[in-house]
């Protein structure tokens, strides 16, 4: 019974340890490709913790003058985001209930400090689409609540392996991540979390 509020499924373990090795090598694969650049927040320019980098036909990016967007080059190299691995498709496929392709992933590093504040992902143009979560390496403290900032909120661990799916009443719910809980997994070379959020980004025609 994996729906922890309406709309949220969550999906522990989704992938085993041999499926979370082989897509954590086609993430560093995928670095190399487009090497991960650290957002800022628009307006005042405040540097993220978390180092980011996307795949598939669409990015998300963020700096000062352009604020919050997506984009379908890389910030610094201006090259196209690299495609999304199959497995992440078919993780879509399974369990996303939607009949379109996802069409950014985003990919974000989280160091041993690294940590996101509360915020919806209200970026997307359809918020009838779901997005989908996958964990890799350390695990998180992380933290959703309501629709509202002010309300209340609940804590989850998260692990490497763990699927989320966010869709319905869940799709504006304002999350964040509290803190990386470093040397919880053997996954990575070094300590740190990966989270990928697949996103559907235009409204379908
Ligand atoms: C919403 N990333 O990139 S994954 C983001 O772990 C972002 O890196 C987080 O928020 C991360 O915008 C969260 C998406 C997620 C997972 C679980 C949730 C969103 C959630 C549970 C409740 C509400
Ligand atoms: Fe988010």
């Not at 918020?127 to 996958?134: K, N």
């Not at 992380?142 to 009443?169: C, M, N, P, W």
């Not at 990966?194 to 235009?202: A, E, S, Y």
Request: a neutral charge.
């Amino acid at each position: 019974m994996p729906e922890l509020a309406p709309g949220l499924l969550y999906f522990p373990d989704y992938l085993d340890r041999a499926a979370q090795e082989a897509l954590a090598a086609e993430i560093r694969a995928l670095v190399k490709d487009a090497p991960l650049f650290t957002p800022a927040m628009p307006r005042t320019g405040k540097p993220f913790s978390v180092r980011m980098t996307n795949c598939g036909p669409l990015g998300w990016v963020s700096d000062r003058e352009g604020g919050y967007r997506y984009q379908a080059t890389h910030p610094v190299s201006g090259k196209e985001w690299p495609p999304m691995p199959q497995r992440l498709l078919r993780a879509w496929e399974d369990l996303a209930a939607y009949p379109d392709p996802p069409e950014a992933c985003l990919v974000n590093f989280y160091g041993p400090e690294a940590r996101m504040g509360l915020h919806q992902d209200r970026d997307e143009a359809d918020f009838s689409a779901p997005v989908l979560s996958v964990s890799l390496g350390d695990s998180c403290l992380f933290r959703y609540g309501g629709q509202e900032r002010s309300g209340r909120t609940r804590s989850l661990k998260l692990h490497s392996g763990d699927v989320v799916v966010i869709g319905g009443a869940s799709r504006l719910c304002f999350h964040g991540v509290d803190r990386i809980l470093p040397g919880t997994s053997t996954l990575l070379a070094n300590e740190g979390r990966i989270n990928l959020t697949l996103r559907r980004v235009t409204r379908a025609t």
